[in-house]
């Protein structure tokens, strides 16, 4: 029998070619985004973690004033800690831009050359595959570093360097003015003897702890090494250590030390495509969902059509699982192959080899190949079949489950009878029964847009933010520089606004950030902090309000690393900052709150470029940079969104032309009827056809604000790694724009299907009708 | 005996809404013999149909089809029963709209163990040069040949047919008649027709005649007219 019904599988796709189409579009077009999105995050992702593996990636590193001694090596290396010297000197090119030399490495973060070789002679260097591409440069060619002549011997990667920052505090890598490269250690020797370098040599060591000790423990470690202010020939520090007494207490050996999870150099690429991962997977599980629930409502519509027939079968003794694998065969068929193609597309060039290509021009990482991953395979084939008949095997056995002699008879499930009375004009009365009639199809339309509605939402929110964070970050930075002091001079420098600034960590959803707790006077001029005296008061930036969902009379606790302690403060209220997470406090209060003098700051901020010597300085951050990040953060987003945004638009027009399809086609025999009956192509669309748009512009109305809503939950955990605020509103132009796009889609749609109706003719319904 | 019904009782609905259906039926049918079940609207008649063919649970009485007790059987073995033993013909042919004649016969074939021949079934219903055409290509009259080609290609042991005329015009009716005649008398299926025309009574062996849930009137028809000679269809 099974033979027999699979004959009428096939001319039922041939009669539904077009929706069949469009529900394969659908799915093709899913599984393209899923797996392309996800697919090149895997592939950034896994690709990069396994060079870096491969690398020797450190586990850690951590700067000194000076050198450690042969014996203070010693005792880390009997810990198990193996530990390299990552030495490296700063050298100004002729086009102003800046290389950091380093010698070879032999035991960590070891170099991958792309193209040629690793140093192997006197005179030859690797250079950084971003400077090279920003600089032209190819193996073989000639740079000058100081006043050595060296040759391009290859070119490559780093993995302690895969976002090329200059320093930990740069908020964007800058490759036409700044990379990285690798001589012979003779070479470093001889470059340091040249004393060429715009910067003391910095001593940086990297190390691996290689599971003999933990990171905590080798703090201890460094934390007891000592020295004498003596050994440090920085004339800022000594200007600093005398002015403040430094003397008094001892002067550690260690300035800085970073495991690699908290270095911004290390793992960029891949903590950048996680947000793809996170949006793809969501997106895959929303069209998931969404395809399923069409499936189901073609498949209850379809056996609600042909109820006697099957009823009919029954009644021969044709049993439930045989109608139950005839009804479940096209839907599973249709989805596997539009699942395969679109997977195959997915994995194309068009495809991940598309989403892949923008980390590689900001990102210094190797080249990764594309990856099957077996759970994102599984996903792409198997899942939506496997939803299919999930879904379909629930509600056909449900319908099945009827009478035979219900089916014959096509008896529905009856509502209690409600005799409503409806007052009005006869088309007012008619188009109100009508609705009411249709009230279920009228909520499956209804579920079906508030489903697609989430995915062009999901795709709207990411370039909300990415609007937000462009417009406000630039808005928002009042000050044109910000200088943060390693060293900070007696006085403040004449036309700036001093802060004292220090950096503690907060956790949200898995992930610790850094957040600045700024002491500012009341009267700063460059935020709207009107901050009250108080040593647990503080004022947020309406970054980190969004993004840690704190609002005015919270607590807001930060972990100060540093001194290992929390510090609690209640939140006076939000300012609108959206460049950083900030706590703001009295200025005052903060410096009593950490023990400082009454004059201290660490910060200042400035209309102009101050003259301030860049030996005092840990970092300087100008406008024009926040704007630049800003715009980074926009462009890395921007293929994730233009291909959700597309497929998202597209998606939602399929779904509407089903969804119509299924509301014109049950309307159709009535429609038709009429026609029989004498009425005039506008008299039935005043019937009927208004009715629909009621129940399609409610439909909308009621699906955006709430699939914006869910999706506005829903969306911090999918950006939960990222150190942005969450401002996701929407413009009230924006709203109205969804509207009427759905309400102009929709008479695109009813346009589309009226025609095919209009072609019917009254006799064949009449003979149809039986 | 082929089928032996006994005291069927067969009600719907609770309380405000409780109607008593079937009051207390006996009734019994010999093996290979066509019985028609008259009655006006709402006496009853497609409700014993429908519970002789296991559509419908019966509240209490026995069933006995071919030696079967109906009543107490689970769906599955319902549906087995109505696989093995039974025919269907509705006033309403129901075929499967994208099958062919024949594919929608053969839908049918398949279910049963020792199936007519087809190509013998098909010439036999005048259905030959319409094997290859869909439903919406074929009358009124020709689908109902096609669905009785359907309910008998199992060769069933007794065929239900509801208002099989109902739908068709007189002539239609008289050629359907004639067959479903030509088919008892080649196969020996025994026949149970529910219908409101008066005419048919003359071609069956058996008279059923039925009034509020009750059997008024069971008859042997000793004189049987061929369907061929039936007048007002």
Avoid at chain 1, 141 to 158: L, P, R
Avoid at chain 1, 333 to 361: D, K
Wanted: aromatic share 10%; net charge negative; with cysteine.
């Amino acid at each position: 029998m099974q033979r027999i019904l699979r004959k009428r599988i096939f001319r039922d796709l041939k009669e539904n070619i077009f929706r069949y189409l469009a529900l394969g579009f659908l799915i093709i077009l899913g599984m393209y985004i899923v797996i392309s999105l996800v697919g090149a995050a895997d592939s950034i992702i896994e690709g990069t973690k396994d060079a870096a593996e491969a690398n020797h990636v450190e586990d850690g590193q951590f700067q000194v004033f000076v050198p450690l001694s042969e014996e203070e090596k010693l005792s880390i290396a009997k810990a198990g800690v193996v530990l390299e010297e990552h030495f490296s000197m700063d050298y100004e090119l002729p086009d102003d831009s800046m290389l950091r030399i380093f010698s070879k490495r032999e035991k960590i973060d070891f170099v991958q050359a792309d193209s040629g070789n690793i140093p192997e002679k006197n005179g030859e260097i690797l250079l950084e595959r971003r400077y090279c591409e920003e600089h032209d440069i190819s193996t073989g060619d000639e740079v000058m570093i100081g006043d050595i002549h060296f040759k391009v011997s290859g070119i490559g990667t780093a993995p302690d360097y895969e976002s090329v920052l200059r320093n930990f505090s740069d908020s964007t890598v800058d490759s036409v003015r700044f990379g990285i490269g690798f001589v012979t250690e003779e070479d470093y020797r001889l470059l340091k003897e040249r004393g060429e370098s715009i910067s003391s040599e910095e001593y940086s060591y990297a190390y691996l702890l290689k599971g003999k000790i933990t990171q905590d423990e080798l703090q201890e470690i460094l934390q007891d090494m000592e020295m004498s202010s003596e050994d440090i020939d920085d004339e800022f520090f000594q200007e600093y250590w005398e002015r403040t007494g430094g003397w008094m207490v001892p002067l550690p050996k260690v300035m800085q030390c970073i495991t690699a999870g908290e270095n911004p150099r290390i793992a960029s690429a891949a903590a950048d495509k996680s947000v793809d991962h996170a949006s793809g997977l969501a997106a895959g599980v929303i069209i998931l969902i969404l395809f399923a629930y069409i499936i189901s409502v073609f498949t209850v519509h379809g056996i609600e059509r042909e109820a006697r027939m099957i009823g009919t079968l029954y009644a021969m003794g044709v049993k439930k699982n045989e109608l139950l694998r005839h009804y479940l065969a096209l839907p599973v068929m249709v989805t596997f192959i539009a699942a395969t193609v679109g997977t195959a597309l997915g994995y194309s060039s068009f495809g991940v080899g598309r989403q892949m290509i923008q980390p590689y021009g900001y990102f210094s990482i190797p080249s990764v190949g594309v990856r099957c991953e077996p759970y994102l395979l599984i996903y792409g084939l198997v899942m939506p079949p496997f939803a299919a008949v999930f879904t379909n095997y629930l509600v056909i056995r449900k319908k099945l489950d009827r009478p035979a002699l219900a089916l014959i008879r096509g008896e529905h499930k009856k509502e209690k009878a409600k005799n409503r009375r409806i007052r009005g004009s006869f088309v007012h009365v008619f188009r109100i029964r009508h609705i009411l009639r249709e009230k279920r199809t009228a909520f499956t339309v209804f579920c079906g847009m508030l489903i697609s509605l989430l995915v062009v939402m999901l795709s709207l929110n990411c370039y909300a933010l990415c609007v937000h964070i462009q417009e406000e970050n630039a808005e928002d930075t009042r000050f044109e520089y910000m200088y943060t002091y390693k060293y900070p001079q007696e006085k403040v420098p004449e036309g700036s606004e001093e802060a004292y600034g220090v950096t503690m960590k907060k956790e949200t959803l898995g992930y610790s950030f850094d957040v600045t707790l700024l002491g500012i006077h009341e009267d700063n001029p460059y935020f709207d902090a009107n901050v009250n005296e108080g040593k647990d008061r503080v004022l947020i930036s309406s970054a980190l309000a969004q993004k840690y969902n704190l609002d005015t009379g919270d607590t807001l606790i930060l972990w100060d690393e540093e001194n290992g302690r929390y510090f609690a403060f209640e939140i006076d209220g939000a300012v609108k900052y959206s460049a950083g997470f900030f706590a703001f406090m009295d200025i005052d209060s903060m410096r009593e709150l950490m023990g400082k003098n009454e004059d201290y700051y660490n910060i200042v901020f400035s209309d102009f470029e101050l003259d301030i010597d860049s030996g005092r300085l840990y970092s300087t951050l100008s406008k024009d940079e926040v704007k630049k990040s800003s715009s980074v953060f926009v462009s890395q987003m921007t293929p994730m969104i233009v291909t959700l945004l597309a497929a998202s638009v597209l998606i939602f027009a399929v779904v509407m032309y089903l969804m119509m399809k299924v509301m014109i086609d049950r309307s159709a025999m009535s429609i038709s009827m009429l026609k029989v009956f004498g009425y005039r192509k506008k008299e039935i669309g005043k019937l009927y056809l208004n009715g629909n748009l009621f129940v399609v512009a409610l439909s909308a109305a009621l699906g955006i604000p709430l699939s914006k809503a869910v999706m506005d939950r829903l969306y911090p955990y999918l950006v939960s790694n990222i150190a942005c605020g969450l401002n996701l509103t929407f413009s009230w132009q924006m709203y109205t724009g969804i509207f009427a796009g759905i309400l102009a889609l929709y008479f695109v749609i009813n346009r589309l299907l009226m025609f095919r109706v209009s072609k019917i003719l009254p006799a064949e319904v009449l003979k149809n009708r039986e | 005996m082929y089928l032996k019904v006994k005291n069927l009782k067969k009600s719907y609905g609770e309380e405000g809404s409780y109607i008593e259906v079937l009051k207390g039926i006996d009734l019994s049918v010999e093996k290979g013999d066509m019985c028609v079940i008259q009655g006006s609207s709402g006496s009853g008649k497609s409700t014993l149909l429908h519970c002789i063919g296991g559509l419908d649970e019966i509240d209490s009485g026995s069933v006995l089809v071919g030696g079967t007790e109906l009543g107490g059987l689970s769906a599955g073995k319902l549906s087995d029963y109505r696989r093995e033993s039974l025919g269907f013909i509705f006033q309403f042919y129901n075929l499967v709209p994208n099958l062919t004649v024949k594919e929608n016969i053969q839908v049918c074939e398949y279910l049963a163990d020792s199936p007519l021949n087809l190509e013998e079934l098909l010439e036999t219903l005048g259905l030959t040069e319409h094997q290859n055409k869909f439903p919406s290509q074929l009358s009124g009259g020709q689908q109902q040949r096609c669905a009785i080609a359907r309910a008998l290609v199992k060769n069933p042991k007794l065929l239900l047919c509801d208002e099989p005329t109902g739908a068709l015009d007189s002539e239609t009716s008289r050629d359907i008649l004639v067959l479903l005649e030509e088919v008892n008398r080649k196969f020996g299926t025994t026949m149970l027709i529910v219908t409101h025309n008066n005419s048919i009574k003359y071609m069956v062996d058996q008279v059923v005649y039925l009034k509020d849930g009750r059997i008024k009137r069971d008859y042997r028809n000793e004189e049987k007219v061929p369907a061929a000679r039936l007048e007002d269809l």
